[in-house]
């Protein structure tokens, strides 16, 4: 499994983790100038570090660790993203040199992408796990994307909830029963103010938590096994935490924000989203790994990755760019700046910001969990992707916030799910078992 080290940081089990830009100055050597960086440069699309102090920071790291060409940087949502790429491929008329997204949002495009076996032997050396490769693959023989970076979701802790913390429980190995505890003692000891947090506002990522964390936890599956039994008993612990959550939540799009307020003290988040809570003062927090349920430790991997459009106007120099960002030290910085972990074999300083670094010792003991089940945003969704995660925040609202009867909301989000799936007609991502096409069992 693909590892990261500072000495051996993260060793076994591992991370399987917008308009266009203002133009900066001609000094700066990047251009980022919306969808067309000018003559020669390399005009790269991404649905990675959209929001604005992300894409603002890693286009500095473009300026500072990219030589000898110029890199138009523009960051896109998922459906545009796709868009872009399918019509200018098949249209044969291609502006963009360089791709970079998750595995899910490259996966669909695969026979659009060129191949990349070439640049993948010129980075032997860099340490990137075979199975990182591999899934570059995109099920095929050759290489369609370079594993860029990677990421999970982890809960930080406030030091001040530790002291309802349940008698017994440890917060780096918390069950959801304990988590759910947690919660209740929180509320009651905070005078009836929840001290959990969800991002569960407009832009959050809470239906990730569905998808990776609570159904693995409980059902061992994200799709196949939607509306089960062992289903309906995770959604009724979620009820339960979501009447002990701060209801702001629905505002929350970055948990960092009402976290470094003391709005809420424990909260799940993307790491990049939780990265700054500690700023201030680190030794007040934890960053622990996400709790297990009965099939065991849910997580979600996010790999993103770079590819190169076929009929690409600068694939050579697009090629140059990926090797710059597989550089040791360009991962280190954008783990530094983005919270992004690297997919190199590189050493992690000793002098990361205080949330990156109590967020890499927590990222270890996720993935190396005996009882760790993997999972993969989903995959092959296309412009579909929107639709699905819709179909679990719906789940949740009906559920949770308009107290619908359980299995009456999963049998009918089940339904709308499946017709997605028969249309689209993709296989199955973790952790449900690969199959012709994926459907609710």
């Not at 940087?73 to 200018?88: G, I, L």
């Not at 917060?171 to 947090?197: C, H, M």
């Not at 196949?224 to 289903?231: E, G, P």
Request: charged share 20%; glycine share 10%.
């Amino acid at each position: 499994m693909p590892s990261i080290s500072s000495g051996p940081i993260l060793s076994r089990r591992t991370l399987l983790g917008a308009a266009a830009a203002a133009t900066l100055t001609a000094c700066s050597g990047v251009s980022t100038s919306g969808a067309d960086g000018g003559e020669g440069a390399v005009n790269f699309l991404s649905t990675q570090f959209t929001p604005v102090e992300e894409r603002l920071r890693f286009e500095t790291i473009l300026k500072n660790r990219v030589k000898g060409a110029e890199v138009a940087f523009n960051p896109v949502d998922n459906a545009n993203f796709t868009t872009t790429v399918q019509s200018q491929v098949d249209a044969k008329k291609v502006e963009i040199s360089l791709v970079g997204g998750l595995h899910g949002d490259l996966a669909p495009q695969a026979a659009r992408l060129a191949d990349l076996d070439d640049v993948a032997d010129a980075l032997k050396s860099r340490g990137i796990d075979e199975e990182l490769l591999e899934l570059g693959k995109l099920g095929g023989s050759t290489t369609k994307y370079i594993p860029w970076m990677q990421a999970t979701y982890l809960l930080a802790v406030n030091k001040k909830a530790l002291q309802w913390l349940p008698s017994g429980a440890n917060p780096e190995t918390l069950t959801y029963d304990q988590l759910l505890q947690w919660a209740v003692a929180g509320r009651a000891g905070n005078g009836g103010k929840p001290i959990f947090g969800l991002p569960a506002g407009p832009k959050g990522l809470y239906h990730r938590f569905f998808q990776g964390y609570l159904l693995p936890s409980f059902t061992g599956a994200q799709v196949t096994r939607f509306r089960s039994a062992d289903a309906v008993t995770g959604w009724n612990w979620m009820k339960e935490l979501w009447a002990n959550t701060n209801t702001a939540s629905t505002n929350y799009d970055f948990m960092q924000e009402p976290l470094e307020r003391g709005e809420v003290l424990i909260a799940w988040d993307h790491v990049a989203r939780l990265v700054n809570a500690p700023k201030a003062k680190p030794d007040d927090w934890l960053m622990v790994p996400a709790p297990r349920g009965p099939k065991g430790l849910g997580y979600m991997l996010v790999v993103a990755g770079l590819g190169i459009p076929n009929g690409a106007p600068e694939a050579g120099k697009a090629k140059d760019v990926i090797k710059a960002l597989a550089e040791g030290d360009t991962q280190v910085e954008v783990l530094r700046q983005n919270a992004f972990f690297p997919v190199v074999d590189a050493s992690l300083p000793s002098d990361l910001p205080g949330g990156v670094g109590l967020e890499a010792p927590a990222v270890k003991k996720q993935q190396d969990a005996d009882s760790a089940i993997v999972s993969l945003p989903p995959v092959g969704l296309g412009a579909k992707d929107g639709e699905v995660s819709q179909i679990f925040k719906n789940t949740f609202k009906e559920i949770c916030i308009d107290r619908k009867p359980v299995q009456q909301v999963l049998d009918t989000q089940a339904g709308l799910l499946d017709g997605i799936l028969a249309q689209l007609r993709v296989p199955c991502w973790k952790p449900d078992p690969a199959g012709s096409v994926c459907k609710v069992g």
